[in-house]
């Protein structure tokens, strides 16, 4: 199983930034996707954006050229810049990893214990 601790979160007014970072450890598995998901109270977690580790990253509609999602392989670290920040961006933000054991070929999925994020006066 892939560890996922994220970090960053917090209040934010709108039109503001945060950066949201997230730290994996990774023994005995290899990742080979990360991204971020959503979730506001009453809602179905949604998909904000990914990253792969050859290839291009992929955003929701909702956040396209206000949110930016980077990697650092070396560090198994992703991260979440957020700007322009809208009251609808309150959410619980969960980091996700998708991994493949590397001793047995097993493709897993793993999440994050999720950061709060609000967005208010």
């Known amino acids: 199983q892939v560890q996922l601790v994220e970090s960053g979160g917090g209040l934010a007014q709108p039109g503001g930034s945060l950066r949201l970072s997230c730290a994996a450890s990774?023994?005995?598995?290899?990742?080979?996707?990360m991204g971020w998901y959503r979730q506001a109270p009453g809602n179905q977690r949604e998909f904000v954006a990914s990253i792969p580790t050859d290839g291009s990253a992929k955003y929701a509609n909702s956040v396209k050229g206000r949110f930016t999602i980077s990697r650092d392989s070396a560090k198994n670290t992703v991260y979440l810049q957020m700007n322009s920040l809208k009251p609808e961006d309150t959410s619980v933000y969960y980091c996700?990893?998708?991994?493949?054991?590397?001793?047995?070929?097993?493709?897993?999925?793993?999440w994050g214990q999720g950061t709060q994020v609000t967005v208010s006066l």
């Open positions: 996700q990893a998708s991994a493949v054991q590397t001793t047995s070929g097993i493709r897993t999925t793993d």
């Open positions: 990774t023994s005995g598995f290899s990742i080979y996707s």
